[in-house]
């Protein structure tokens, strides 16, 4: 490394002038770990550990951004998945003089959450009077899922 070349790191580490770098250096005969612990004695920098301490802290900061960036984009992307597939399911209401409501499980959240007093009240009272739920759809469709719901309403017929 020639001596502008030292002068312009040494410089980049104290942030001081060129006329000072110059005379440190040529005070500790051009070697930069004198310099270094000569600038350090000033303090006007701290000793190497601090300063790469510093430099690795801004490096995790970036990299934890790019981490949360890829997170949030994940979780958008799994919200997404899952009201995709609410809307291709469905809620099925069978009532008593035969015919049948369908409404897509996303939209059946978003009522419930809205009337959060009236719909699961109404789903109570449905429920008593005889009508039958199940799911219908690629994801909720099976029939597991269906013949537990009607076990349900066997057990409140007895």
Not at 59 to 80: C, M, P, Q, V
Not at 104 to 119: D, H, N, Q, R, S
Request: overall charge neutral.
């Amino acid at each position: 490394m020639d001596n502008i070349e030292m002068i312009e790191k040494l410089r980049e580490k104290a942030d001081i002038s060129y006329r000072t770098a110059n005379e440190i250096l040529e005070g500790v005969n051009w070697d930069m770990d004198a310099a270094q612990t000569a600038l350090i004695k000033e303090g006007l920098i701290r000793e190497e550990t601090a300063m790469m301490t510093t430099k690795n802290t801004n490096t995790e900061n970036r990299t934890a951004g790019g981490s949360f960036r890829d997170a949030l984009r994940k979780g958008i992307r799994w919200f997404g998945d899952i009201v995709r597939r609410g809307m291709n399911n469905n809620f099925c209401i069978d009532l008593n003089s035969g015919r049948h409501f369908e409404i897509p499980v996303t939209i059946m959240v978003l009522l419930t959450i809205a009337g959060m007093t009236i719909i699961p009240l109404l789903l109570i009272i449905a429920f008593f009077t005889g009508c039958r739920f199940s799911f219908s759809g690629p994801d909720l469709g099976k029939e597991r899922i269906n013949d537990e719901m009607a076990k349900i309403r066997f057990t409140s017929e007895k």
